[in-house]
């Protein structure tokens, strides 16, 4: 049995820190590609920050680079987003996903949801101005 459990959400003001983690179990975590999206209610969920199997090569959207930075532990099967200089436009329901295309390339990862095979429940992060 699959499972992304994410942590590390909760209430910051604008300007504030958090680190979400992803525990993922019941796959070969270092096989596949991994990322965070977002989504608030009546949008799209949306590309955050994506990492290759390895962590060699890591992608985000342009509105979190200089501010976010995602990592991976693959001895502990665990993923990392490191948010700092918080803005209330980053409120949202935070997931993180697994991609199995990751024997394509040691450089893999893709900012397109429908190619990701495993999603976990989301963290809440509200960020208050």
């Known amino acids: 049995q699959v499972q992304l459990v994410e942590s590390g959400g909760g209430l910051v003001q604008a300007g504030g820190s958090l680190r979400l983690s992803c525990a993922a179990s019941?796959?070969?975590?270092?096989?596949?590609?991994m990322a965070w999206f977002r989504q608030v209610p009546g949008k799209e969920r949306e590309f955050v920050a994506g990492i290759s199997r390895l962590g060699g090569s890591t992608g985000y959207r342009d509105s979190v680079k200089g501010r976010f930075t995602i990592s991976r532990v693959n001895a502990k099967n665990t993923m990392y987003l490191q948010m700092i200089s918080l803005k209330p436009e980053d409120t949202a329901v935070y997931y993180c996903?697994?991609?199995?295309?990751?024997?394509?390339?040691?450089?893999?990862?893709?900012?397109?949801?429908?190619?990701?095979?495993?999603w976990g429940q989301g963290t809440q992060v509200t960020v208050s101005s």
């Open positions: 996903a697994a991609d199995s295309d990751a024997f394509k390339s040691a450089n893999y990862y893709t900012p397109d949801p429908s190619a990701y095979d495993y």
């Open positions: 019941g796959i070969t975590f270092s096989m596949y590609a």
